[in-house]
């Protein structure tokens, strides 16, 4: 009887331990590098556009945001730059599908 809560309590601390944890990120998306055509200001008039099409209310307008943005992937990423003239950026909110990431900060790689 021993032996079977002995085995019963390390099979749930070993359960316990290899359970996954979510990466942080913030704003509903991860805060990945990927590249973005543009980098505008949210005031900006077609990043305001965007926004107001997804309903999207910022409180700052000085926020930076990307424009048709792509995840980088490690295959094939030319060392992880963005080889199309696009910004290499990291942002905050990249839940949008690529149509636009909120909170883009530039990378130098």
């Known amino acids: 009887m021993l032996f079977n809560k002995f085995f019963a309590l390390s099979a749930l601390t070993t359960l316990a331990a290899a359970t996954a944890l979510p990466r942080g990120g913030g704003g509903g998306g991860d805060s990945d590098t990927q590249c973005c055509k543009q980098l505008v200001p949210a005031s900006d008039k077609s990043a305001a ?3 107001g ?3 999207i209310v910022l ?7 990307g424009l048709n943005c792509s995840p980088i992937t490690v295959i094939g990423s030319n060392n992880g730059a963005c ?6 950026v990291n942002c905050d909110d990249n839940s949008h599908g690529g149509l636009i990431s909120i909170g883009c900060v530039p990378v130098t790689i």
């Open 49 to 51: 556009a965007i926004l």
């Open 53 to 55: 099409l997804l309903g």
């Open 59 to 65: 409180q700052d307008l000085t926020v930076i945001v």
């Open 83 to 88: 080889s199309d003239g696009s910004n290499t």
